[in-house]
């Protein structure tokens, strides 16, 4: 089936870095992927939706200059937290658009960032 | 503004038994809706979907049901394991393939 591949699974980072997350459809092309966001105990948030080629939909109450969104091939798209703070700890999932599966959607395995 | 509840945070249900998740939604436009199963610190799995053109949708031991007047769906794990012990996510979209609105969640424990 399709898969989704996101890297890293965790970070830890310093207030004031920035970091890069990475989302890959392997086996299949995605011209739309989504980014999310769960806090401890939370649902999944959507933060942003990433089109190949064009700019990232960005959810209300999400600020485009923090969350940097690129999805600059089928295959890749990039989440980058820039200037992390503390309450930018919190756990990330990317899904990509997926036409062969039987639901739509396929999930990577998410990533949880720590910022100290 | 939560347009997805699952107004239960947890359930306990023993092993064998039926295992029957709530899911209520606002808003009108959704006509698809999924369930995802999830553990801490992984992406959710899909278990199984249903279109607002039926009522029911089954798959092995789950069943989805979907009643578009009460604007709520649920889902019945059937006989429940404790493998099933996970956080339990419905979704909506407006059409499928639209971004998805997840639920609150509700964190079944299957016992022995």
């Known amino acids: 089936g399709a898969v989704v591949s996101q890297h890293p699974s965790w970070v830890i980072c310093k207030s004031g870095t920035s970091v890069k997350i990475e989302c890959r459809s392997l086996?299949?092309?995605?011209?739309?992927m989504f980014w999310y966001r769960q806090f401890p105990k939370q649902s999944l948030m959507l933060m942003a939706t990433s089109n190949e080629g064009s700019k990232a939909t960005y959810e209300q109450g999400v600020e485009k200059d923090k969350f940097l969104i690129n999805h600059a091939s089928l295959t890749l798209s990039t989440l980058t937290v820039t200037s992390a703070h503390p309450e930018d700890s919190s756990f990330y999932i990317c899904s990509a658009r997926d036409g062969r599966s039987p639901n739509g959607y396929t999930f990577g395995s998410g990533t949880r960032l720590t910022v100290v | 503004d939560q347009q997805v509840k699952q107004n239960s945070p947890s359930l306990s249900v023993q092993e064998g038994r039926i295992s029957i998740l709530n899911c209520d939604y606002t808003?009108?436009?959704?006509?698809?809706f999924l369930w995802y199963k999830k553990y801490p610190a992984e992406g959710p799995t899909f278990l199984i979907s249903?279109?607002?053109?039926?009522d029911k949708n089954e798959d092995g031991r789950f069943t989805v049901f979907l009643n578009k007047s009460a604007k709520h769906l649920s889902l019945h794990i059937v006989p429940s394991q404790p493998g099933d012990s996970a956080v339990y996510f419905c979704a909506a979209s407006a059409g499928t393939a639209s971004k998805l609105t997840f639920g609150t969640g509700t964190r079944l424990q299957v016992t022995l």
């Open positions: 086996d299949f092309q995605a011209t739309t």
């Open positions: 249903i279109s607002s053109i039926k």
């Open positions: 808003n009108s436009m959704f006509d698809y």
